[in-house]
Nanobody
Framework: QVQLVESGGGLVQAGGSLRLTCAAS????????MGWYRQAPGKQRDLVAA???????NYADSVKGRFTISRDNAKNTVYLQMNSLKPEDTAVYYC?????????????????WGQGTQVTVSS
């Protein structure tokens, strides 16, 4: 089994910064793409940023220039540095990962979600 454990959410004033961390543990052969999604009340869950195992990144237009995603492959951890936060960034942020497993000579990939961490930006 695999667990994704998020931390770093909280309450911050507009213009402030937060850093989210997501650590994966368990039966892991390799982690492919890792990402952060967010879901505000009454809205769908949307991609915020993603990073491949090779370090290629992708961002939602609304966070470009303000958020930075990074990862430490040795620690199976992904980070989201959020600067210049706005009230519209308020949401539950979820970590997501495509994780490759092996069972003997059999390999397979599953997608996992973290439990979510609340980010609230006050105006």
């Amino acid at each position: 089994q695999v667990q994704l454990v998020e931390s770093g959410g909280g309450l911050v004033q507009a213009g402030g910064s937060l850093r989210l961390t997501c650590a994966a543990s368990g039966n892991i052969f390799r982690i492919n793409t890792m990402g952060w999604y967010r879901q505000a009340p009454g809205k769908q869950r949307d991609l915020v940023a993603a990073i491949t195992s090779g370090g290629s990144t992708n961002y939602a237009d609304s966070v470009k220039g303000r958020f930075t995603i990074s990862r430490d492959n040795a620690k199976n951890t992904v980070y989201l540095q959020m600067n210049s936060l706005k009230p519209e960034d308020t949401a539950v942020y979820y970590c997501n990962a495509d994780i490759r497993h092996n069972r003997g000579s059999y390999y397979y990939t599953n997608n996992y979600w973290g439990q979510g961490t609340q980010v609230t930006v006050s105006s």
